[in-house]
């Protein structure tokens, strides 16, 4: 079970629109729908923004969107606002019932 | 509202033996799967292991298989992972976390505790 490959970084200024790639093979991201992303700020436990792969819980932001084209999956920010800046992790359903996270995005909000 | 809190974690040595604990509210706690989720200190998340609401069929990373064991007490309303064999890479803060059906066939983490810190050092 290898990680999914993420970008170490990613930034963007306030109002502006950025992605974050989360890229595996196709025995995880490549063949199901179970991805989801999570938000973490410095110190503080994970939250979930994003579920199969574009699905968003109740109460998270609608300038959070997910996508997902072959074996990568992409989570997108519009709007951007400071709050915004954190670590971001994907993870996806790598089959056996295991799951595997990405290595994480930090966000940086210049 | 859903309140997850770890207890248990502790600096413990190489080869040594640690129970972590999660005690639910705020949700029918049998209802659901229930996992444990790591993170290194500086480092990213790694699932550790997952038991489903009944707590009848549970599962694992390779990293932990054979030397942890998770289990949960739905008349308590508490979850556990017993560590065994206890080696340096299992440093982290161990995270508690709510799944989203029964039988761990939803794949997410729809709601984290704030983690309790194991240090395996001598």
Request: charged residues 15%.
């Amino acid at each position: 079970q290898s990680a999914l490959t993420q970008p170490a970084s990613v930034s963007g200024s306030p109002g502006q629109s950025i992605t974050i790639s989360c890229t595996g093979t196709s025995s995880d991201v490549g063949s199901y729908n179970l991805l989801s992303w999570y938000q973490q700020h410095p110190g503080k436990a994970p939250k979930l923004m994003i579920y199969e792969v574009g699905e968003r819980p109740s109460g998270v932001s609608n300038r959070f969107s997910g996508s997902k084209s072959g074996n990568t999956a992409s989570l997108t920010i519009s709007g951007l606002q400071a709050e915004d800046e954190a670590d971001y992790y994907c993870c996806s359903y790598a089959g056996s019932s295991t799951v595997v996270f990405g290595g994480g995005t930090k966000l940086t909000v210049l | 509202e859903v309140q997850l809190l770890e207890s248990g974690g502790g600096l413990v040595q190489p080869g040594g033996s640690l129970r972590l604990s999660c005690a639910a509210s705020g949700f029918r706690f049998s209802s659901y799967a229930m996992s444990w989720v790591r993170q290194a200190p500086g480092k990213g998340l790694e699932w550790v292991s997952s038991v489903t609401g009944s707590g009848g069929y549970t599962y694992y990373a390779d990293s932990v298989k054979g030397r942890f064991a998770i289990s949960r007490d739905n008349s308590k309303n508490t979850l556990y992972l017993q560590m065994n064999s206890l080696r340096a890479e299992d440093t982290a803060v161990y995270y508690c976390a709510k799944c989203d059906d029964y039988v761990w066939g939803s794949y997410r983490f729809s709601y984290w505790g704030q983690g309790t810190l194991v240090t395996v050092s001598s």
